[in-house]
T-cell receptor, first 115, second 112 residues
Framework: AQSVAQPEDQVNVAEGNPLTVKCTYS??????LFWYVQYPNRGLQFLLK????DNLVKGSYGFEAEFNKSQTSFHLKKPSALVSDSALYFC???WGTGNNRKLIWGLGTSLAVNP | DVKVTQSSRYLVKRTGEKVFLECVQD?????MFWYRQDPGLGLRLIYF???????EKGDIPEGYSVSREKKERFSLILESASTNQTSMYLC???????????FGQGTRLTVV
């Protein structure tokens, strides 16, 4: 079955340090990959996506993600974390055919950036 | 600024009531989605629609129905609300599934 895994429920990092939020996928073919962020009591916001081409994708708020086909991973990264980056992060992959296409979601990773 | 607007941020309803959650998008998107979000369970798809009057069941459609009479509006209906439907409900829209989805601010529904 197609799936997306975020192996860490929570990630803690000190402000100013680099951060990584992990995502691995089990989807056949060449997938599109998305990252979304959810701030407290808000809906989700799109961060970035991988379609094809350069394996390093740059997105909003200084985030980037690295696609690794051999490891089937799409980890989200930021060189220097901010307290305001504290939020819930979701990885997602579109899957399906015809009118039955939908997004497969990871369960989310809660990022806490400590001052 | 593109928008997906959900009619209520917070809602408290009684068990057995019929509940309507409304979602409107202003981006002329074909696809619209209803999710519920619960701690530890991530986002679970309830229903989605790829065109006016069209709907497809998601992963957890039981106890819910939807209506899409106009392209911009997608309604979620709880026919007879139960306490296990207490949750955060998120509406989203996208032009194509391979493009980013836009989410509403969410409706936190409490059924008492």
């Amino acid at each position: 079955a197609q799936s997306v895994a975020q192996p860490e429920d929570q990630v803690n990092v000190a402000e100013g340090n680099p951060l990584t939020v992990k995502c691995t996928y089990s989807v056949s073919g060449n997938p599109y990959l998305f990252w979304y962020v959810q701030y407290p009591n808000r809906g989700l916001q799109f961060l970035l996506k991988y379609i094809t081409g350069d394996n390093l994708v740059k997105g909003s708020y200084g985030f980037e993600a690295e696609f690794n086909k051999s490891q089937t991973s799409f980890h989200l990264k930021k060189p220097s974390a901010l307290v305001s980056d504290s939020a819930l992060y979701f990885c997602a992959v579109p899957w399906g055919t015809g009118n039955n296409r939908k997004l497969i979601w990871g369960l989310g990773t809660s990022l806490a950036v400590n001052p | 600024d593109v928008k997906v607007t959900q009619s209520s941020r917070y809602l408290v309803k009684r068990t057995g009531e019929k509940v309507f959650l409304e979602c409107v998008q202003d981006m002329d998107h074909e696809n619209m989605f209803w999710y519920r979000q619960d701690p530890g369970l991530g986002l679970r798809l309830i229903y989605f629609s790829y065109d006016v009057k069209m709907k497809e069941k998601g992963d957890i459609p039981e106890g819910y129905s939807v209506s899409r009479e106009k392209k911009e509006r997608f309604s979620l209906i709880l026919e007879s609300a139960s306490t296990n439907q207490t949750s955060m409900y998120l509406c989203a829209s996208s032009g194509h599934l391979n493009t980013e989805a836009f989410f509403g601010q969410g409706t936190r529904l409490t059924v008492v």
